[in-house]
């Protein structure tokens, strides 16, 4: 009962996070310089053509009404017209009807048609998505399995030579942006040293070949997760070595060693395991931030995913695919957070839902 309680209020939360972000992105996307509908028309085109698909995006009306209509396409629950026409667009549902023209239906949201090429928003999202999860996650797990052995080196040695020298990488590991990060490692590893290191400047994770068809091509996924998992990595490091310093001394370790268990049982059994959940915080969070952050090392590499649509879109003024994206990333970022806190209550008795 607590666990239900507890995700209908996070999930609350998460609906007016999803609806503040709606309302910002909006907004200032309508502040940009520039004109969708001449983009879509054409320079040559007429008045008349360009009214048209003026009056086709709903451009024509005031701002406030623009926005209500978009949160009632992207709403599961939405007041829309009974026809027929309007319930193939939406594939709703209906429950009532509000009046003889209008039904309130459920349906799945809406994230409208691209400006540029007219496909599906959700398809467009869905088809790059794929893209920029195996990169973020290959980022992920570089990060968390060397931060966290550099962790508990650094934690096991405190003030040695090893300690400080971890410590100080990781601290230029943060300084470095990630896509100036990436600038170097493209081109050191991916250009000049192609040679010894046989990783492509370039390239996707599934390559097309004439003969072979479709071929999966892991090494194009070393340097990009690499570039992108470098910051994290040095995060969790000093989030490792910082909390594990702290579990090592306190007094239920003494009595394990009193005791006579070995150095790997009392790091692995005992220590690790309560020291994990400052770790697990970044690796929620940056798990999520990843993807987003994954823009610039997409462009950089010329990577195939969210990052990539994202940036065209933007560029051309296609706001529906630019604000697809953007609910898509914050809906990602709350449906780990509360992932998250449920996986603490599994490592650490102590944490209660309530």
Do not use: C
Not at 208 to 228: Q, S, W
Not at 278 to 288: E, K, N, Q, Y
Not at 325 to 350: C, E, H, K, Q, S
Request: glycine share 6%; charged share 15%; no cysteine.
């Amino acid at each position: 009962m607590k666990t239900v309680s507890f995700l209908l209020k996070r999930l609350a939360h998460g609906l007016l996070i999803l609806l503040g972000v709606v309302v910002t992105v909006f907004f200032l996307f309508n502040v940009l310089p520039g004109d969708p509908v001449a983009l879509l028309a054409g320079q040559r085109s007429d008045l008349s053509t360009r009214e048209a698909i003026t009056k086709e995006l709903g451009l024509d009306k005031p701002l406030p009404v623009q926005l209500l209509y978009y949160v009632n396409d992207i709403s599961p629950l939405g007041i829309h017209a009974a026809d027929s026409a309007t319930q193939a667009k939406y594939d709703y549902k209906k429950i009532v009807p509000v009046s003889g023209e209008k039904v309130l239906a459920w349906k799945t949201p809406y994230l409208r048609r691209s400006f540029q090429s007219n496909k599906n928003v959700t398809d467009i999202l869905l088809d790059h998505f794929t893209g920029t999860l195996w990169l973020a996650a290959a980022a992920m797990l570089i990060a968390s399995v060397i931060g966290i052995t550099f962790g508990i080196l650094a934690a096991l040695k405190p003030h040695s030579w090893l300690d400080h020298t971890l410590i100080s990488t990781s601290i230029l590991g943060i300084s470095v942006p990630s896509f100036v990060a990436a600038i170097l490692i493209a081109m050191t590893f991916g250009f000049y040293w192609s040679h010894l290191t046989g990783l492509n400047l370039t390239g996707q994770l599934f390559e097309i070949d004439p003969f072979e068809g479709r071929k999966l091509e892991l090494r194009n996924l070393i340097l990009p997760a690499v570039a992108l998992g470098i910051r994290p990595l040095a995060i969790i490091t000093q989030l490792t070595r910082s909390s594990m310093v702290d579990v090592l001394s306190q007094d239920y370790i003494r009595t394990a060693r009193a005791k006579g268990l070995s150095k790997s049982n009392i790091i692995r059994k005992h220590a690790l395991k309560n020291a994990l959940n400052p770790v697990i915080t970044a690796v929620s969070g940056w798990l999520a931030s990843l993807m987003a952050g994954a823009f610039f090392i997409e462009y950089i590499f010329n990577w195939k995913g969210l990052g990539s649509v994202t940036l065209r879109a933007v560029e051309n003024l296609d706001f529906p695919v630019v604000m697809g994206a953007t609910l898509f990333i914050a809906f990602l970022f709350i449906l780990i957070n509360i992932l998250v806190d449920l996986m603490y209550t599994v490592l650490d008795p102590r944490v209660k839902l309530d």
